[in-house]
Nanobody, 130 residues
Framework: VQLQASGGGLVQTGGSLRLTCTAS????????MGWFRQAPGKEREFVAC????????YYADSVKGRFTISREGTENTVYLQMNNLRPEDTAVYYC????????????????????????WGQGTQVTVSS
């Protein structure tokens, strides 16, 4: 699967953005998908992920209640709706795919996949001004 992320931009504190990740290839329905981000001078960190069956999601504590991940199978697309943005959300955001057919059938299995995401799209810059 190949990934293409878009939707980043400059917003003020409290604003919203929706990131889109479009996947090409026949394996989209077989992979868990995730969003990660990397701020300047920091390591890349996990943001959110969703199981291939769209039944389970998991969020980093820093974005829980503000961000929502979703996927649209017919369009091979994953979204990240980001509300109530803060300056500390400023980063390059990357979408990613887990290995095909990896177990994500429950919350614990999805958590175990966080270190196994191995397909990455190019990033999209999100900047939140104070």
């Amino acid at each position: 699967v190949q990934l293409q992320a878009s939707g980043g931009g400059l917003v003020q504190t409290g604003g919203s953005l929706r990131l889109t990740c479009t996947a090409s290839g026949a394996t989209f329905s077989t992979v868990a998908m995730g969003w990660f981000r990397q701020a300047p001078g920091k390591e890349r960190e996990f943001v959110a992920c969703i199981s291939k069956g769209d039944t389970t999601t998991y969020y980093a504590d820093s974005v829980k209640g503000r961000f929502t991940i979703s996927r649209e199978g017919t369009e091979n697309t994953v979204y990240l709706q980001m509300n109530n943005l803060r300056p500390e959300d400023t980063a390059v955001y990357y979408c990613s795919a887990a290995p095909p057919a990896a177990d994500d059938t429950n919350y614990r299995a999805l958590l175990a996949l966080l270190t196994k995401f191995n397909t990455w799209g190019q990033g999209t810059q999100v900047t939140v001004s104070s």
